[in-house]
């Protein structure tokens, strides 16, 4: 497939243990961000890689949360000790950047995981 | 701030109306980017219509159109003869930056249309 491809679709898990969602990103997109979506609310930024360039981790709620990308490849986002807050639809995105782009690149979103605390 | 403000939680509208989802923004860089994004209720996230900072003319693919009214700093999305398909939830978003980097997309939290037959 063509798309965003995000690994788990469901996880349920207990609180306390840790968890890994993993994103597999567009071929050729160099921008990629992870959003957190609680049930019935907008998106909240978490991360976001561009190339080679350090991530902007502004969003990560907490030292919990931590995020990898290796180049313009597959990212994984890692929650630790995970509590029942955390309980959400976790987005990933990826988007093209090139010189020429003034901004006119969407994201393509990912199906999300949906993480279940218990 | 609220770089992205969209004002209405929740609307309703008669199938084949048009409606109007409102989207203001707020940014000082004169290079930006609006989309709209649409998620139905099986959770995807559907990218709609996008429209630069510096088009002329405001955007339209299909049944949508943005009007874009730039010294109010507004992007709000027309659907034109509305379908029982298009009740979802819709977020207006906005990506700054001059170059390759700083791009990073803000949403807005949403306005949710219903439908009505």
């Known amino acids: 497939g063509a798309g965003v491809s995000q690994s788990p679709s469901n996880k349920v898990t207990e609180k306390g243990k840790d968890v890994e969602l993993r994103c597999d990103p567009i071929?050729?997109?160099?921008?990629l961000y992870w959003y957190r979506q609680r049930l019935g609310q907008g998106l909240e930024f978490l991360i976001y890689?561009?190339?080679?360039?350090?991530?902007?981790k502004s969003g990560l709620p907490s030292d919990r949360f931590s995020a990898e990308r290796t180049g313009e490849s597959v990212s994984t986002l890692t929650i630790q000790r995970t509590q029942q807050e955390d309980s959400a639809v976790y987005l990933c995105?990826?988007?093209?950047?090139?010189?020429?782009?003034?901004?006119?690149?969407?994201?393509?979103f990912g199906d999300g995981t949906r993480l279940s605390i218990l | 701030a609220q770089k992205i403000t969209q004002t209405q939680p929740g609307m309703f509208v008669q199938e084949k109306e048009a409606v109007t989802l409102d989207c203001t923004y707020d940014?000082?860089?004169?290079?930006?980017?609006l989309f709209w994004y649409k998620q139905p209720s099986s959770g995807e996230m559907i990218f709609l219509i996008y429209?630069?900072?510096?088009?002329?003319q405001n955007a339209t693919e299909g049944r949508y159109s943005l009007n874009f009214q730039k010294a109010r700093k507004s992007a709000n999305l027309v659907i034109s003869a509305s379908q029982l398909g298009d009740s979802a939830m819709y977020f207006c978003?906005?990506?700054?930056?001059?170059?390759?980097?700083?791009?990073?997309?803000?949403f807005g939290p949403g306005t949710r249309l219903s439908v009505l037959p």
């Open positions: 995105a990826s988007s093209r950047s090139t010189g020429a782009d003034k901004g006119n690149q969407p994201q393509h």
């Open positions: 071929s050729g997109h160099t921008a």
């Open positions: 890689f561009q190339g080679n360039s350090a991530p902007d």
């Open positions: 940014t000082s860089d004169p290079s930006y980017g």
């Open positions: 429209q630069g900072s510096y088009d002329q």
């Open positions: 978003a906005m990506r700054e930056g001059r170059d390759n980097y700083g791009q990073n997309f803000v």
